[in-house]
């Protein structure tokens, strides 16, 4: 067990309906939780979406879970969905849903939370799901390949293979539109990359790094149309861009 002053992290006791709060960490998997890490939500489905969710382990709410939804939504974790009890809590006229299911990713164990939403009658049929993005990859993952998906995310492949959601602090987002970086924030985070060697895989959103500025040849790209479009980018082809 190891102890961190700031790592407040809710226990939810569906019967007595309040939240308690504990200090807790899993050394395993390091320090999880909304004061660093930031939430990623994905609407819609891509191949690397696809892989993503393919590699995520079904398993019971836990403390995080609750974290990554409303307060009012958290009972809602614990209640199937129409599927499995047509009177569950989450049921909405016989066929539609609105429930939760909570899951693992094994690699990084990071909580993810889908949430279905299904009209009566099935016209609408969706899941979001909801996460928090790694604050860096793991001690011996190697930079491959940075992607950039149409659905709106950003990810981030090691060398033996392993698709990680971009390493994210304090939900400031990247991207050429939403989150609090910005293009910005994106170009931060190629040109430390690329000053590294591949080797600094971690946030851009680290606090001592807030003010570091973007290579200019970096930041005009991603805040282009061509950086718009879904594609892998290798270590050679953003030193490529980098170098105009």
């Known amino acids: 067990m190891s102890y961190q002053p700031r790592d407040l992290q809710p226990v939810y006791d569906p019967a007595a309906g309040y939240t308690h709060f504990v200090l ?3 050394p395993k998997y390091g320090t ?3 004061a660093w890490n930031g939430t990623v939500s994905i609407e819609r489905e891509s191949p690397y979406v696809q892989e993503w969710l393919g590699r995520l382990q079904p398993c019971e709410p836990n403390t995080l879970h609750t974290t990554l939804v409303e307060s ?3 009972a809602s974790l ?3 969905g129409v599927d499995d009890d047509k009177d569950s809590p989450s049921a909405v006229g016989g066929s539609g849903c609105l429930c939760f299911k909570s899951f693992m990713d094994p690699e990084f164990g990071l909580p993810v939370v889908a949430h279905h939403y299904r009209t009566v009658g099935g016209n609408i049929d969706q899941w979001t799901y909801k996460a928090y993005a790694p604050l860096d990859l793991r001690p011996d993952d190697e930079f491959y390949r940075l992607i950039i998906d149409r659905t ?3 990810w981030i492949r090691t060398r033996d293979g392993l698709l990680s959601l971009l390493p994210e602090e304090n939900g400031r987002g990247y991207g050429t539109g939403y989150g609090g970086g910005g ?3 994106l170009a931060q985070y190629i040109t430390r990359l690329l000053d590294s060697g591949g080797e600094d895989t971690a946030a851009a959103g680290d606090g001592r790094r807030h003010d570091d ?3 200019p040849n970096i930041l005009a790209w991603v805040s282009s149309k061509d950086a718009t479009r879904t594609q892998e980018l290798t270590f050679k082809e953003l030193a490529a861009i980098q170098r105009g």
């Open 72 to 74: 009012d939504k958290i």
């Open 213 to 215: 500025q973007p290579d």
């Open 183 to 185: 293009p910005t924030e």
């Open 152 to 154: 709106g995310c950003f």
């Open 78 to 80: 614990f209640h199937p």
């Open 32 to 34: 999880v939780g909304a």
């Open 24 to 26: 807790y960490t899993e």
